[in-house]
């Protein structure tokens, strides 16, 4: 009996005593949650974009590395291993399209500035609330004729790329005129229209198509290359659908379906540039669920 106390004793003296908690500090406990949450972001966008499929084949390669370690098949790992740098380097090569995409809308993110306001002063609009009522009007306009339509309204970033597909205009905004380009059987009605200020800058715009899994199947090309557009700039879009007439907006990457004309000029106001002497709120003005 007295030798089993004295091995206990020394098994507890041996290894539990060089057990303990470690100390947990306040950073520690933030460190986890920026991991947490970056990670969460990383699988997030894994998922919408064509790397899941390619994660799917990685996981599948591994799981077949894991195999042939343990029955020790010695020439399949010394394959593996002496691959390795070339794999990690063609993997970029192969996500490229994804990381510059997600670097494009890391940039466009304007953290501080979208949630503290410290301009009080009432600063230049982008373009005027003429300007919005006649898109509006002539979006829902088109809309009870389905006209299709594809309106990019600009905000900081450039647009110029997009511009050059199309027909030069520099053309001031109304309604008539949007209904007559987008009218069908006209030379400039296939393609988007750019909106620079209070001017229509150019016509049948080509413009990138969104490769978003979670859109809606039953969405066309217009209402892809509109998302498209907004995930790669911080431009709104104005899409009026040619099958059910309904205008849709879309923005940050988001697109929100079936909106009425007040909704469409509310989204246009958010993005006007105004600012008031008093801000009742520090928050973005405009931030709507999107309704994929």
Sequence with gaps: MPELIESITSFVERYVTWLSIPSIKWTDIVEILIISFLLYKVLAWIKVSKAWSLLKGIVFILLFVMVAAMFSMTTILWIAKNIFGVAVTAM???????????????GRRKVLSSIFQ????????????????????????????KTGALIVIAQ????????????????????????????HNT????????????????????????????LSKELGTRHRAG??????????TVIVSEETGRVSVAYEGN???????????EMLRSIQGKTYEEKKSPLRLFKRKADK
């Design 156 to 183: 900081n970033d450039p647009l110029t790329d997009y511009e050059k597909t199309g027909i030069m205009l520099d053309s001031a905004i109304s309604s008539q005129l949007l209904i007559n380009i987008f009218e």
């Design 92 to 106: 970029v090569v192969v996500f490229q399209p994804e990381l510059r995409k997600a670097l494009e809308q890391l």
């Design 255 to 265: 697109l929100t379906r079936n909106v009425d004309s007040e909704e469409l000029k």
């Design 118 to 145: 410290f301009d009080s002063r009432i600063a230049g609009e982008r373009f005027s609330d003429e300007t919005i009522n006649e898109i509006a009007r002539g979006s829902f306009e088109m809309g009870r004729a």
């Design 187 to 214: 030379p400039l009605h296939d393609g988007a229209v750019i909106v620079q200020g209070n001017r229509i800058v150019s016509a049948t715009c080509y413009l990138p198509l969104s490769e978003n899994m979670e």
């Design 227 to 236: 998302v498209g557009i907004s995930e790669v700039t911080d431009s709104m």
